[in-house]
């Protein structure tokens, strides 16, 4: 059974720092990439973040670029989100997912999805 369980998640104000985590079991974590994704109320669920299988290529948004950082470890079957200068437009629930595919940025193109951690942003 797949599962994907994010962490990390909480309150902070605005300019703060979160890492999230995301612990994968179940599959071959080193086979797929890894994407983040996030959605705020009444809104769709929109692409934040993607990393290669190896680790070696990443892709973000880029409303985040250059504050979000996306790693794995593949000994730890685990997927990173380090998030800093945190807005209130961060504000929403974060999922981790998983793709056969490569740094794709359509929800569609998953497979595989946590349940969420919840990020709020205060200002």
């Known amino acids: 059974q797949v599962q994907l369980v994010e962490s990390g998640g909480g309150l902070v104000q605005v300019g703060g720092s979160l890492r999230l985590s995301c612990a994968v079991s179940g599959l071959t974590f080193s086979s797929y990439a890894m994407g983040w994704f996030r959605q705020a109320p009444g809104k769709e669920r929109e692409f934040v973040a993607a990393?290669?299988?190896?680790?070696?290529?990443?892709y973000y948004v880029d409303s985040v670029k250059g504050r979000f950082t996306i790693s794995r470890d593949n000994t730890k079957n685990t997927v990173y989100l380090q998030m800093n200068s945190l807005k209130p437009e961060d504000t929403a629930v974060y999922y981790c997912?998983?793709?056969?595919?490569?740094?794709?940025?359509?929800?569609?193109?998953?497979?595989?999805w946590g349940r969420g951690t919840q990020v709020t942003v205060s200002s």
């Open positions: 997912a998983a793709e056969r595919g490569y740094l794709e940025t359509g929800a569609d193109e998953y497979d595989y």
């Open positions: 990393i290669s299988w190896s680790g070696g290529s990443t």
